[in-house]
């Protein structure tokens, strides 16, 4: 792990090993000796460890993960793969030893060229090997980022998600009781509850923010998720640009002209990959400090059967001999440390992967349209639930029975429901099986799809066996951590979801909305 050391303006100007393992240690002793307390640029002061202390700073400043691979001074040529991640104000890095294997490709390398210097005919064997080699290390650092950054995503979001659910709720419940309040007591009252009322609704807000953060890292976990499906084009670009406006802000203004245009078929995960390396790309091409002369225009439409997205931009633009390269893996006109030169040609594999196509189109002065073109989808996605009709049907008091081992979310649902509805509230999968087994009288059930006794998933099973009634009023409340048991159950048991945190009217509104129990 390494710590940032900045300067009185605040850029990165070193970074300290501030912890090492025992494997890193072994594995760096016989190089640099113990490296904790120690400074990068004093311990390495060569060029080259300058060239890697700009990668190294690139990753604290942009947050994007980064795989390097680095060669060691020493009597005997090694070489490490390193896996950059940004950590608080800092770096964690995994190193791997692949000394044996860079040995062997340099030996194959040799073998290589001297077989194309005594037999030209081999001249095109040779081209393709060195293409498979250049696929192959475009996979490896594609996967080791992806992985790194899902991983990473995940967890964040699951953990955040539950306290975010019962913040967002208890704020909703706190403003809408303070509102009532002032509007019952008049206008005194409600003056000295102004700045409160405020301050409740600046953190509604942010917490707000905080949701749709969470919701954006979520979509980046499911990178692994190669499943094609219908994908909302014009969401995958609103989450791409939300990703992509710490670039954007300070070098042009994003202009939308979209279409009316259907779902095409795709990966929501891995075409928001793609649209946010196109809107970073426009970004980077914008000299920065003229807002209001640039512009990253967003255009859909629909053509036949296909649905076609562009992203253009006012940028520098791109020459011919330039325009016909950037496709290719590892071509880059960036700084050396700026990119690797492999972000366009995966995006290119991503789209093609979906049936699709990724062109290009660029003059110098005039900037660049980046187009990508996907076929539409057969499935348009299911209907939105229909609201509740009647006043009676959002008031008529019901029982509802909430399932979660997180203590928060069942205060705030109490809160939520409580004044309407009778809330029963069980802290245990086993102990809400109990309960239902004896009395499944409840109009709506909501239930948290993972706990750590027994899940939301046992629990229907359970269930299906001897009380199947009452699974049609069942609702599974999700934080973001699936497992692969879970994505199946999802797909194959057709029982409504919301994703933590959630609104309070929508709680309201799958209650007002619950089928009726038998008998009544």
């Known amino acids: ?198 301050a409740l609704e600046d953190a509604r807000r942010g917490a707000e923010r905080i949701r749709t953060i969470v919701k954006d890292l979520r979509t980046l976990a499911r990178t692994d998720d190669t499943r094609l499906g219908p994908v909302d084009v014009h969401a995958a670009l609103e989450f791409s640009v939300s990703l992509a406006m710490p670039h954007l802000r300070h070098r042009a203004r994003v202009e939308r002209h979209y279409g009316a245009v259907p779902r095409v078929r795709a990966n929501e995960a891995r075409l928001g990959q793609v649209f946010l390396n196109l809107l970073v790309n426009a970004a980077q091409a914008i000299p920065e400090g003229n807002v209001a002369g640039h512009r990253v225009v967003l255009v859909t439409r629909r053509e036949e059967e296909r649905v076609v997205v562009e992203v253009r931009d006012s940028g520098v633009g791109m020459g011919p001999e330039v325009l016909a390269r950037i496709f290719e893996p590892f071509f880059t006109t960036k700084a050396q440390g700026d990119g690797l030169g492999l972000g366009l040609s995966i995006c290119l594999g991503i789209i093609h992967s979906m049936g699709g196509e990724l062109k290009a189109e660029s003059e110098p002065g005039r900037g660049s349209t980046f187009r990508v073109t996907l076929p539409v989808s057969e499935e348009q996605g299911a209907p939105a639930s229909a609201p509740a009709h009647t006043v009676a049907d959002v008031q008529a008091r019901k029982r509802v029975l909430v399932i979660d081992d997180e203590p928060g979310i069942g205060s705030v649902m109490k809160r939520i429901l409580g004044r309407v509805h009778e809330v029963t509230v069980v802290q245990s999968g086993r102990e809400a099986l109990a309960l239902l087994e004896k009395d499944d009288g409840f109009d709506r059930v909501f239930c948290d799809l993972m706990m750590a006794d027994l899940t939301g998933m046992d629990l229907h099973a359970r269930l299906a066996e001897r009380h199947s009634a009452c699974l049609s009023r069942f609702v599974f409340m999700t934080g973001g951590g699936f497992t692969t048991r879970a994505r199946e159950f999802l797909k194959e048991v057709s029982v409504p979801r919301i994703d933590k945190p959630f609104e309070a009217e929508v709680i309201r509104a799958l209650v007002a909305q619950a089928p009726p129990r038998r008998g009544t």
Request: aromatic share 6%.
């Open 1 to 198: 792990m390494l710590r940032a050391l900045r300067d009185d303006a605040g850029a990165i100007a070193d970074f300290e090993w501030v912890f090492a393992n025992a494997s890193a240690d072994r594995l760096l002793a016989r190089f640099s000796g113990p490296l904790v307390g120690r400074r990068m640029l004093e311990t390495f002061p060569s060029p080259r460890a300058r060239a890697y202390f700009t990668v190294y700073r690139q990753v604290v400043d942009q947050g994007q993960p980064c795989v390097l691979e680095v060669s060691l001074p020493g009597e005997q040529e090694a070489w490490l793969r390193v896996t950059l991640t940004r950590f608080q104000d800092g770096l964690v890095a995994r190193l791997q030893d692949i000394s044996p294997s860079k040995r062997s490709e340099r030996e194959r390398d040799s073998l290589l060229v001297r077989a194309h210097t005594e037999r030209r005919e081999a001249e095109a064997l040779v081209r393709q090997q060195a293409g498979e080699l250049s696929a192959a290390r475009e996979k490896l650092v594609q996967t080791e980022r992806l992985s790194v950054a899902g991983q990473l995503a995940a967890g964040v979001g699951h953990e955040i998600n539950n306290p975010l659910a019962f913040v967002t709720g208890n704020l909703h419940v706190a403003l809408e009781q303070l509102t009532g309040v002032a509007r019952e007591l008049g206008p005194p009252v409600a003056e000295r509850l102004r700045e409160t009322v405020q």
